[in-house]
T-cell receptor
Framework: NAGVTQTPKFQVLKTGQSMTLQCAQD?????MYWYRQDPGMGLRLIYY???????DKGEVPNGYNVSRLNKREFSLRLESAAPSQTSVYFC????????????FGSGTRLTVV | DQQVKQNSPSLSVQEGRISILNCDYT??????FLWYKKYPAEGPTFLIS?????DKNEDGRFTVFLNKSAKHLSLHIVPSQPGDSAVYFC??????????????FGTGTRLQVTL
């Protein structure tokens, strides 16, 4: 039982390059989330998907796009990477509304040079 | 504007003693609070939670206290063990908003339990 799987685990990008972070969960959860973790800033919500077919902006959505491909998969895309997007990215899932049993992936460490 | 604050970036406690981690929030509409634990190179894992209708919730060595008038919650770990060494995040949310269960996280406190 893998839980939440994120790929890749590490990535180095040059400024202006694009990439997609992949996330998949096998717990039949309805809701999925993308957070970033920065020193002194905690975890900040980028985008979330309450259920399959819906996506909404979180606290820091600028520079990102998301796709809820199906119930299992929720990807995060950086169209033109900037050094300010250097961070650790976490994907999480939860059963649904008013259920805070988040399961997090192990994270993607992204460096933009 | 940081709505959930953990003012102590780090805490060191001797094994066997009590660890107290603190968290303050500014949004009086928050009505559900959680603590997550994070080890290096891993994602956060859920530890314990409390609803605003309660002032205390206990689970084994972990107890969370909520003081709504002060907008303050704390996590007590008794007795502390070396395996408790990790970063602890508090988080808050609004229940029953009709959307996904979004959490607002604090900045984290690194706990080190020494022998």
């Amino acid at each position: 039982n893998a839980g939440v799987t994120q790929t890749p685990k590490f990535q180095v990008l040059k400024t202006g390059q694009s990439m997609t972070l992949q996330c998949a969960q096998d717990m039949n959860h309805n809701s999925m989330y993308w957070y970033r973790q920065d020193p002194g800033m905690g975890l900040r919500l980028i985008y979330y998907s309450a259920s399959e077919g819906t996506t909404d902006k979180g606290e820091v959505p600028n520079g990102y796009n998301v796709s809820r491909l199906n119930k299992r998969e929720f990807s995060l895309r950086l169209e033109s990477a900037a050094p300010s997007q250097t961070s650790v990215y976490f994907c999480a899932s939860s059963p649904g509304v008013a259920n805070y049993g988040y399961t997090f992936g192990s994270g993607t460490r992204l460096t933009v040079v | 504007d940081q709505q959930v604050k953990q003012n102590s970036p780090s805490l060191s406690v001797q094994e066997g003693r009590i660890s107290i981690l603190n968290c303050d929030y500014t949004n009086s509409m928050f009505d559900y609070f959680l603590w997550y634990k994070k080890y290096p190179a891993e994602g956060p894992t859920f530890l314990i939670s409390i609803s605003s209708i309660k002032d205390k919730n206990e689970d084994g060595r972990f107890t969370v206290f909520l003081n709504k008038s002060a907008k303050h919650l704390s996590l007590h770990i008794v007795p502390s063990q070396p395996g408790d060494s990790a970063v602890y995040f508090c988080a808050a949310s609004l229940m029953n908003t009709g959307t996904a269960s979004k959490l607002t996280f604090g900045t984290g406190t690194r706990l080190q339990v020494t022998l």
